[in-house]
């Protein structure tokens, strides 16, 4: 259904149904984080990896070094 509000040109309809539809829980990657990070929206990014911390704590360093490189962009 984002798809159809996509291809509409209601890009609006299509984010909210999409954020709604989908949560970060579900879905909580490396890539989403970088997705978020490159539209701008940088704290949803830092959330992303916060999460990724706690879910693969054998990666914390590298995730963390990651978030810190978000600062710069704020």
């Not at 609006?12 to 539209?39: G, R, V």
Request: aromatic share 14%.
């Amino acid at each position: 259904m984002a798809d159809c509000y996509a291809l509409c040109g209601e890009t609006k309809n299509a984010k909210i149904l999409f954020l709604t539809t989908f949560s970060d829980d579900e879905y909580c990657t490396e890539t989403l984080a970088k997705i978020y990070a490159s539209q701008g929206c940088y704290k949803r990014a830092r959330e992303v990896y916060d999460k990724l911390i706690l879910l693969y704590p054998e990666k914390n360093t590298y995730f963390a070094a990651l978030k810190e490189e978000l600062k710069k962009e704020l």
